[in-house]
Nanobody, 122 residues
Framework: QVSLVESGGGLVQAGGSLRLSCAAS??????MGWFRQAPGKEREFVAA????????DYANSVKGRFTSSRDNAENTAYLQMNSLKPEDTAVYYC?????????????????WGPGTQVTVSS
């Protein structure tokens, strides 16, 4: 099992940047995913990366603006978010997958953090 805690959320103006962190403890060799959920909407995939960080995947809506990375020595993953838009407003979650391959499917993730709120004002 993996325990995860996100941090770094907040209020930012459109066009601004935020960096989310996800501190992890527990088992190793898992893919990491980032998801978000806006009020009244389903949880949606944002980004994912494999254990080494050499393979990444992004939702089309964030490609070119968001970058995911991880520092396994520090047991921490990051989501750098640039050029933020009001439609990026949501609670952001990091999640640890069952295996080491990145996935876009919520069902492939077994451990979730409590989430951190990101609000982008227009």
């Amino acid at each position: 099992q993996v325990s995860l805690v996100e941090s770094g959320g907040g209020l930012v103006q459109a066009g601004g940047s935020l960096r989310l962190s996800c501190a992890a403890s527990g088992r190793t060799f898992y893919a990491m995913g980032w998801f978000r959920q806006a009020p009244g909407k389903e949880r949606e995939f944002v980004a994912a990366l494999n254990w080494s960080g050499s393979s990444t995947d992004y939702a089309n809506s964030v490609k070119g603006r968001f970058t995911s990375s991880r520092d396994n020595a520090e047991n921490t993953a990051y989501l750098q978010m640039n050029s933020l838009k009001p439609e990026d407003t949501a609670v952001y979650y990091c999640a640890a997958a069952k295996g080491w391959r990145p996935s876009r499917e919520v069902a492939d993730y077994t451990s979730w953090g409590p989430g951190t709120q990101v609000t982008v004002s227009s």
